[in-house]
């Protein structure tokens, strides 16, 4: 099982970025795909999750209607779309399989630089 991102990103604010997340070695709508930041010099931050069998999504307060879950079945891929990034915004995005409530595998991460 492996879960590949998209490599770093830098961005101005206001402006948008989508991260993706994509994965092998499994059935890819058998399983949540979760998002979690790790802003610097902060903890893990839970985001939200996807089922990509149906793609019905769940986010966590701080970030609904900013943040946007995708998943293309098609390319075994789930994306996280950041819209109208601030500097706070700034962080290492990572995605997680979610086996039944706890993480069994993790993407390596992706840098997101929000800065003029």
């Known amino acids: 099982v492996q879960l590949v991102q998209s490599g770093a990103e830098l961005r101005n604010p206001g402006t948008s970025v989508k991260v993706s997340c994509k994965a092998s070695?499994?059935?890819?709508?058998?399983?949540?795909i979760d998002w979690v930041r790790q802003a610097p010099g902060q903890g893990l931050e839970w985001m939200g999750r996807i089922d990509p069998e149906d793609g019905g999504t769940k986010y966590a307060q701080k970030f609904q209607g900013r943040v946007t879950f995708t998943a293309d079945t098609s390319a075994s891929t789930a994306y996280v779309e950041l819209s109208s990034v601030r500097s706070e915004g700034t962080g290492v995005y990572y995605c997680a399989r979610n086996n039944r409530g706890w993480y069994d595998y993790w993407g390596q991460g992706t840098q997101v630089t929000v800065s003029s």
């Open positions: 070695g499994y059935t890819f709508t058998k399983y949540y």
